[in-house]
């Protein structure tokens, strides 16, 4: 393609299937490489209102700073402006404990959506081409992906737009040669150390010894999967509304609906990727399926239980340390629960409420200060009605409290002895007897 016929190529594909509107401004990753260079030459030249946006990721010490200066002075050849932030991309996924490719990546999209709320643009252009799709396609199938991951990179996804997917890597050098472009090159991308690199490098030439078109068979593939994928989402919807229900934080899946689905992993996969799950745990929650209750399994967020013939699906709780200490003249609390406190001259005509939200001890028999916490393995107390003591586990299990239902339990304590499971049940060590002449009345408002 000459000049012209790739920028009308990429003005119709914009037109097509990106739709930016003129009147507002485009924000541009311009990195300084040659697919960053082509792409703000080619949207300068159509007319959009551009501001080149760079980020230096200081991890190529001199190069770097390089690319950076380079990328100032190609905003300023074509008028339009420029902005750069430094980031300590090793200090980040450090601290994130994530890969340097994924730190760059989040700074890059973080410090980009901060710049385009600022300006008030529409849109943020990155310059990724049809080569870069491909590369992804095959990166996503070696290790392992769903449909949504075969069919490539999207022009469009959320703020972030992507014009040169219609080009090839060769279509922009040729753009860049013929309108004698310079731009810089970052030694790394030919460094076979990151994956992606190899691909490019290594793999796609040797499909390309075997099939000459690879590039446009695999984007043709890609394509016709992204069609594919819209039925898809359409039948898996339909699906998961049958046999999901939310509950206030909490996701219910029906295992025998799920089990009698055409493909209950498949749709497993689709249920729980949103909560941070891999594909590699489906195997163990398929064989928790016909396993006891009380089994679960975490992701990095949430936690996934069996109960009875559901799975039940919420986000992990992080429990303090904390002790919250109520001393004798303290009448509430609102931390970790709401606690109300109340002091009782009993006679007559006093009547122990029936409310499990309210504990009723004989006043004499407490000692304060009392504490709140979270319950913890090996706490043990008396149940109201009973002499013995029992394990709070083995209460739990008793009463058939989910995972989660236990993850919420806290108890009062009078030195260092329970005296009331919060909205549960109290210790008859404590109870109101025939020779109570004070009660200490406590209310939990949940």
């Not at 078109?213 to 898996?236: D, F, H, P």
């Not at 936690?303 to 559901?310: G, S, V």
């Not at 107390?381 to 806290?410: A, C, H, N, W």
């Amino acid at each position: 393609m000459d000049l012209s016929e790739i920028t009308l190529h990429v003005k119709q594909f914009i037109d097509s299937r990106i739709h930016l509107d003129k009147t507002m401004p485009v924000l541009i990753g311009l990195s300084g490489g040659a697919d960053s260079v082509a792409l703000s030459d080619i949207l300068v030249t159509l007319g959009y209102r551009c501001i080149a946006c760079h980020c230096n990721f200081q991890l190529r010490g001199k190069e770097a700073e390089r690319d950076m200066l380079f990328a100032k002075d190609m905003a300023l050849m074509l008028k339009i402006p420029f902005r750069s932030v430094r980031f300590d991309t090793e200090m980040y996924a450090s601290q994130k404990h994530i890969s340097i490719e994924m730190a760059c990546r989040e700074l890059r999209y973080e410090w980009f959506e901060e710049q385009r709320r600022k300006i008030g643009a529409r849109a943020i252009a990155i310059a990724h081409h049809r080569d870069d799709s491909v590369e992804t396609v095959l990166l996503n199938l070696i290790r392992g992906t769903g449909i949504s991951g075969l069919t490539g990179i999207h022009p469009v996804n959320g703020y972030i737009v992507r014009p040169l997917l219609c080009l090839s890597r060769k279509d922009i050098e040729s753009y860049l040669s013929l309108r004698e472009l310079p731009y810089v090159t970052d030694r790394t991308n030919k460094e076979d150390i990151y994956v992606r690199n190899k691909i490019r490098l290594q793999v796609l030439p040797l499909l390309e010894s075997i099939n000459p078109s690879v590039y446009e068979t695999i984007e043709r593939t890609a394509s016709n999967l992204y069609e594919t994928e819209q039925l898809y989402r359409s039948a898996i919807s339909s699906f998961i509304d049958k046999i999901t229900e939310q509950k206030d934080d909490e996701l219910y899946i029906d295992i025998s609906k799920l089990l009698d689905s055409p493909a209950p992993r498949t749709l497993l996969f689709e249920i729980l990727k949103p909560f941070g799950f891999l594909p590699i745990q489906l195997n163990e929650v398929l064989k928790m399926a016909s396993g006891i209750s009380g089994k679960y399994i975490l992701s990095g967020t949430h936690i996934l239980l069996k109960d009875r013939d559901l799975f039940i699906v919420k986000e992990k709780t992080v429990y303090k340390d904390d002790v919250t200490v109520i001393s004798e003249n303290v009448l509430e609390i609102s931390y970790p629960v709401r606690l109300k406190i109340f002091r009782v001259n009993r006679t007559s005509e006093y009547k122990i409420p029936r409310d499990t939200n309210v504990a009723v001890f004989d006043a004499d028999k407490i000692k304060f200060p009392l504490t709140v916490r979270h319950w913890k393995e090996g706490d043990r107390f008396i149940p109201f009605g009973m002499k013995g003591s029992r394990k709070l586990s083995d209460y739990f299990r008793d009463k058939k409290f989910t995972l989660y239902q236990k993850q919420e339990v806290y108890v009062l304590l009078s030195k260092d002895e329970i005296i009331w499971i919060i909205g549960e049940r109290t210790s008859d060590k404590f109870r109101v007897d025939g020779k109570t002449t004070r009660v200490l009345e406590i209310k939990c408002e949940k």
